[in-house]
């Protein structure tokens, strides 16, 4: 995706607040729209090429979990930040290399789409002595260039996580496919929603499917009316991003 000039910039605290109270805002109105609860859905802002001096604003304007989509900018913003009491929610494809560090610094992991990360993770969260929040990631639009689980792979798969004490599932999380029309974006979210009521149904005891992450800075409201309860939203708090989304995608 190119920068999007739709996006405020924001340097200043005064400017982070009017892009959370708008996003709060459109967040509250999708909510109306859908007949949902605003208190049902959590806003989590995605902070990744934002420098720390603009988190902290954030942090300022009572921001406290921040997503991040690499593991080595997260890490060494967490070091930096280690005086805030944050929440970092890696919201990235992980290499079972870098589990180690997920495993000490997030409080959440969003991205899971493998059984080999699954055990790196855990491994690593029962060294530290910790659990840590997952999502499992599927691929709702069907794009070789998207991370995630085919959709028909995730009920074997989340049978497979029983097994990870150090994990504790929430629910799924996905991203639509990038295109103007919103049909199509839709779809992905409608999707991803009816496996997520099927994984309620099905999935062992203990692994809790309630949660659904879906939805960035150009399509979260279509997700709150498909029924997201984690948005995650970058863009539209801290302005366009100045670098391309390539380094943060494949295939883009
Ligand atoms: C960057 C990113 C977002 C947020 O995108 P915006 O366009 O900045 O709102 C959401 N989810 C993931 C996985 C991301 O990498």
């Not at 920068?3 to 909510?31: G, K, M, S, W």
């Not at 990744?48 to 997503?67: N, P």
């Not at 180690?100 to 493998?114: I, T």
């Not at 199509?184 to 009816?194: D, M, P, S, W």
Request: proline share 4%; charged share 30%; glycine share 6%.
């Amino acid at each position: 995706m190119t920068p999007d000039t739709a996006f405020p910039e924001a340097a200043t605290l005064d400017d982070i607040r009017r892009n959370l109270n708008v996003v709060q805002l459109r967040i509250t109105q999708a909510c109306a729209r859908a007949g949902r609860d605003p208190a049902e859905v959590r806003l989590l802002p995605v902070s990744k090429t934002v420098e720390e001096h603009r988190i902290r604003l954030a942090y300022e304007a009572d921001c406290r979990d921040f997503g991040e989509n690499k593991v080595q900018e997260a890490r060494a913003k967490a070091a930096a930040m280690a005086d805030l009491d944050i929440r970092w929610s890696v919201i990235g494809h992980l290499q079972t290399n870098k589990a180690k560090y997920v495993a000490r610094f997030a409080h959440e992991f969003q991205a899971l789409d493998s059984l080999r990360v699954a055990e790196a993770l855990d491994r690593r969260l029962q060294i530290e002595g910790r659990a840590m929040d997952v999502f499992v990631q599927v691929n709702s639009s069907g794009e070789a260039s998207k991370y995630g689980l085919a959709p028909d792979a995730v009920l074997p798969f989340a049978r497979e996580l029983a097994a990870f004490s150090a994990l504790r599932v929430k629910g799924v999380m996905t991203l639509a496919v990038f295109s103007d029309d919103t049909d199509r974006v839709r779809r992905c979210f409608v999707l991803t929603r009816a496996l997520r009521d099927r994984l309620r149904q099905e999935a062992p005891d203990g692994l809790s499917f309630d949660d659904l992450s879906m939805g960035m800075s150009g399509d979260f409201e279509i997700a709150i009316e498909e029924g997201a309860t984690v948005v995650r939203v970058g863009q539209a708090i801290f302005g366009a991003r100045p670098t391309g989304d390539a380094q943060y995608w494949p295939g883009m």
